[in-house]
């Protein structure tokens, strides 16, 4: 299975940017880089998703290395509400396998 | 918007009782999924769907079952519940799969059901 390695927790203060690493050192040529989030007592919502080049949407930022074997949420103003689980994940095989993710607390 | 909507927020069964989750999709997707989500261990893949009657394991599929009779509606089946299945259980459905192919498409969750086992 593919897998991806992210810091079980990060803290960072409101109204200032945030980066959440994910390491995929496994990841194949058709691997995309999927990102979700798990708000408190909800299931997980799609954040962005990329495959080699940086992407944003309203929500967030996605840059993608080079080499493809990382990438990084940017969240570029953190507020409250963004306190959740953040899920990197790729695809392999027809799964869709989540590791652990990040659990990002935001200070006010 | 898509909406998945799961049968119950929170269930209590007994060991031993067969347990049905059920799990209801609006948006016409073909693929379907079940999680159970347990603290430390992240979200883990039990079954998945891409069809109607086709069903395919994940990572964790001893214990359960799972059936998909019609395009909407994807459930999982505990036919013995045991404690150890007390989990949060989380549905979740995508627009199209060609099997084989990377994935492309978002994820839709449920709010997940709360199985409690005792």
């Known amino acids: 299975d593919a897998k991806t390695t992210q810091p079980n927790s990060m803290e960072s203060n409101e109204e200032e940017p945030v980066h959440l690493p994910c390491n995929h050192s496994t990841i194949s040529g058709t691997d995309y880089i999927h990102w979700y989030r798990q708000l408190p007592s909800q299931g997980p919502e799609y954040v962005i998703h990329g495959l080699t080049s940086n992407v944003n949407n309203r929500m967030a930022s996605l840059a993608i290395a080079e080499d493809r074997k990382s990438s990084t949420l940017i969240l570029h103003r953190a507020t409250l509400r963004d306190a959740a689980v953040y899920y990197c994940?790729?695809?392999?095989?027809?799964?869709?396998?989540f590791g652990k993710g990040t659990r990002l607390h935001i200070l006010p | 918007d898509v909406k998945v909507t799961q049968s119950s927020r929170y269930l209590v069964k007994r060991t031993g009782e067969k347990v049905f989750l059920e799990c209801v999709q609006d948006?016409?997707?073909?693929?379907m999924f079940w999680y159970r989500q347990d603290p430390g261990l992240g979200l883990r893949l039990i079954y998945f769907s891409y069809d109607v009657k086709m069903k395919e394991k994940g990572d964790i599929p001893e214990g359960y079952s799972v059936s998909r009779e019609k395009k909407e509606r994807f459930s999982l089946i505990l036919e013995s519940a045991s404690t150890n299945q007390t989990s949060m259980y989380l549905c979740?459905?995508?627009?199209?799969w060609g099997q084989g192919f990377p994935l492309n498409e978002k994820l839709f969750f449920g709010s997940g059901t709360q199985l409690s086992v005792l």
């Open positions: 994940i790729l695809n392999r095989d027809d799964k869709i396998i």
């Open positions: 979740a459905s995508s627009l199209s």
């Open positions: 948006m016409d997707h073909e693929n």
